[in-house]
């Protein structure tokens, strides 16, 4: 871990230190991500659990798939299931995850890739390991994140983004202590692969023990960040955090992040993801795979769903077993 890295990361573009002047962002709260299981049967954390609302939006909510090292026989996914109103960002660190859904969007994401899937109007899915990791066993980890849409674009049509690893944003801390991996959005002028239909920004960064980073943030964006390895702390107070807990930043227009001196024997470097996106400010209604605006708009999707107008089964699904 992580799959997409440089060796050196001196050679990568460097993020500027925030301006003089800038504000930064101290920590409100600190939160350890219960532990379950999800589809099949497979571990997560949910990683904003125990967060309110108004500090998320406009992300719905965020699990850690594992990490887990599977045996023989072992690997689970997910049944066919629907999703209305917004969108899911699945983010694979190692292992594979084969995707189909309704809309004809799927394929193979593995080793750093990510899938952005905007549910709109309505779909069906599938998420599940390969015939070969079941078979084999092997490691796996990654993490599903739920970006709501505004009213305005719940019932847009769905779309499907397929972003390789390769595709990602390498980046710089501008002392190169931290390797920072763009997923989507902006920072410092460098822009991520991921479009997005609520402006956001996720990225993967990977600080080297005892290091620092400290990166310009959009003062009218949330700013979230979550622990995938090892240990650190969180702004200029140094408020501890590690892995399986999520740190909410309140307001400013930089974050910073320290590493510790020594990480666990798992990991060699402090592991984060940094989440940020701009309020959409509107009424959430959330059951289950639906994300609306009201009850009534939650009752119409299930109707919607069981009426088979969310989409069907495709007749050739094809997941590889």
Excluded: C
Aim: aromatic share 8%; glycine share 12%; no cysteine.
């Amino acid at each position: 871990m992580p799959a997409v890295t440089v060796e050196n990361p001196l050679i990568l573009p460097r993020i500027a230190a925030p301006a003089e002047g800038s504000v930064a962002r101290p920590v409100l709260a600190v939160s350890t991500a219960p532990e379950g299981f999800e589809g099949e049967g497979f571990p997560v954390r949910r990683a904003f659990a125990k967060i309110n609302q108004k500090y998320l939006d406009p992300f719905i909510m965020m699990d850690q798939m594992g990490e887990v090292d599977y045996q023989a026989g072992e690997p689970k996914g997910t049944p066919w299931h629907p999703h209305r109103g917004f969108e899911t960002v699945t983010y694979i660190i190692d292992g594979t995850f084969i995707h189909q859904d309704s809309h004809g969007g799927g394929g193979v994401i593995t080793d750093g890739d990510t899938q952005w899937m905007t549910a709109g109007s309505g779909l069906l899915h599938i998420e599940t390991p390969p015939e070969s990791l079941v078979m084999s066993g092997g490691l796996f980890h990654g993490l599903q994140l739920w970006v709501n849409l505004p009213a305005a674009d719940k019932m847009i049509a769905p779309k499907y983004q397929d972003i390789r690893g390769t595709s990602v944003k390498l980046l710089a801390s501008s002392d190169g202590g931290a390797l920072v991996r763009l997923i989507a959005g902006d920072i410092d002028g460098h822009q991520g692969p991921g479009a997005t239909h609520t402006p956001i920004t996720m990225i993967h960064v990977s600080v080297n023990p005892g290091a620092q980073v400290t990166l310009p943030w959009r003062a009218d964006f949330n700013a979230l960040a979550y622990g995938l390895a090892g240990s650190g702390s969180a702004s200029e107070e140094r408020r501890p955090f590690h892995m399986g807990q999520a740190v909410v930043f309140g307001e400013g227009d930089s974050l910073t992040i320290r590493a510790d001196e020594r990480q666990d024997s798992r990991s060699a470097n402090f592991e984060l993801v940094l989440l940020g996106g701009l309020p959409i400010r509107e009424p959430v209604a959330h059951y289950g795979p639906f994300v609306m605006n009201s009850h009534r708009e939650l009752q119409q999707a299930l109707e919607d769903f069981q009426a088979g107008r969310l989409g069907t089964i495709p007749a050739d699904t094809n997941l590889g077993r």
